[in-house]
């Protein structure tokens, strides 16, 4: 089986993008806030959106399972105030959850959590314990960055953050570390905010003893981690000139990378410099990049023709096309489960 751990849900209907528009034009005006969180979106609507998408790359690339979220860039924590945030997030997990439920073969639900900027991560713990306990998501996307692009928050290795790690032991999920949308004319989103977020991920967790107090926390980089794999060598010696222990007894038994990366030498560095026991396939497929790659005559996010073409055993191929999934996400297995029977 090939697990896809990353993909959003990136051709919603325009009736969520109608109800958004009208969400925001209310910040300014209350007049203009929609009246009913009732999208009204149907499920053939929802049917469409994702059979000419998603549905379509998997069978063309040979995928079986998405892990699936709310489209990153929309989760936009920095808009509004807390209470949008909740809002808005509850409604895109409901919509993920009903595309989850239509193909269930297909896709596996991961939520998003209502952050906001200066807000404890506290107030997730409700939605998080409501998307995984009644809904079955099986984990969680975690923005270290609500403010977006300014990096206003503590960084996650702050006990600012601890109830909520608390909680994700507690139900056995992990959390992909990703970013939503910039808003620092700096950083452009996907070619710079997202990149380092990742990088900047790695490197609070590399300063830290977090995984000493959350031994079982799971953290997911995506985008085969930012910058870390071609600078391994300067996070090994930054960490022997700190006096922390090796980077494999410090920060792999909990964190992971994702095969995000769009060209096969780059896939071929990942692989070469972490083990493969914490890579897992994915593509985040109808995402950030979706052209052709002219030199291939490919697309850039078909990366399972990439994993293909490593010199890597049978069984490392497996780990990461499947085992390693399902050991980083644990309540995968039922889904799983009930898609073999």
């Known amino acids: 089986m090939i697990i896809d751990c990353h993909g959003h849900y990136t051709t919603e209907p325009s009736k969520l993008h109608v109800f958004r528009d009208k969400q925001l034009a209310g910040l300014a005006d209350r007049t203009r806030r929609p009246l009913t969180t009732n999208l009204g979106i149907t499920d053939d609507e929802i049917r469409a959106s994702v059979e000419g998408a998603q549905l379509k790359l998997q069978k063309e690339r040979g995928t079986d399972v998405t892990i699936f979220s709310p489209r990153a860039s929309g989760m936009a924590h920095h808009v509004g105030k807390e209470a949008t945030s909740v809002e808005w997030t509850k409604i895109c997990n409901d919509l993920v959850h009903r595309v989850c439920t239509l193909f269930p073969g297909n896709f596996v639900p991961v939520c998003q959590l209502p952050q906001s900027?200066?807000?404890?991560?506290?107030?997730?713990?409700?939605?998080l314990e409501r998307c995984v306990n009644e809904l079955g998501f099986v984990g969680c996307n975690l923005n270290p960055d609500p403010a977006g692009g300014y990096w206003c928050d503590p960084p996650l290795t702050d006990e600012w953050w601890f109830p909520l790690y608390e909680k994700m032991v507690?139900?056995?999920?992990?959390?992909?570390?990703?970013?939503s949308s910039s808003c620092n004319p700096c950083f452009h989103g996907t070619g710079a905010h997202y990149l380092n977020g990742d990088t900047t991920a790695f490197m609070q967790f590399l300063t830290s003893d977090l995984f000493k107090r959350f031994p079982t926390l799971r953290f997911v980089i995506p985008h085969g981690g930012?910058?870390?794999?071609?600078?391994?060598?300067?996070?090994?010696?930054?960490?022997?000139?700190?006096?922390?222990?090796?980077?494999?007894?410090?920060?792999?038994?909990?964190?992971?990378?994702?095969?995000?990366?769009?060209?096969?030498?780059?896939i071929e560095l990942l692989t070469k410099v972490i083990?493969?026991?914490?890579?897992?396939f994915a593509s985040e497929m109808v995402g950030a990049v979706r052209g052709i790659d002219p030199e291939t005559g490919?697309?850039?996010?078909?990366?399972?023709?990439?994993?293909d073409a490593l010199s890597l055993s049978a069984a490392d191929k497996a780990k990461i096309f499947e085992g390693n999934a399902r050991r980083v996400y644990p309540r995968l297995n039922a889904h799983l489960d009930r898609r073999a029977q």
């Open 226 to 266: 930012g910058a870390v794999p071609y600078h391994w060598g300067r996070y090994r010696g930054l960490a022997q000139d700190m006096k922390r222990p090796p980077l494999n007894e410090l920060l792999l038994k909990n964190v992971f990378f994702d095969t995000c990366v769009y060209h096969l030498p780059g």
């Open 275 to 280: 083990p493969v026991e914490n890579i897992l």
């Open 298 to 307: 490919h697309h850039f996010d078909d990366t399972r023709r990439y994993i």
């Open 170 to 179: 507690e139900l056995d999920v992990p959390a992909m570390v990703h970013v």
């Open 117 to 127: 900027p200066g807000v404890r991560p506290d107030n997730c713990i409700g939605e």
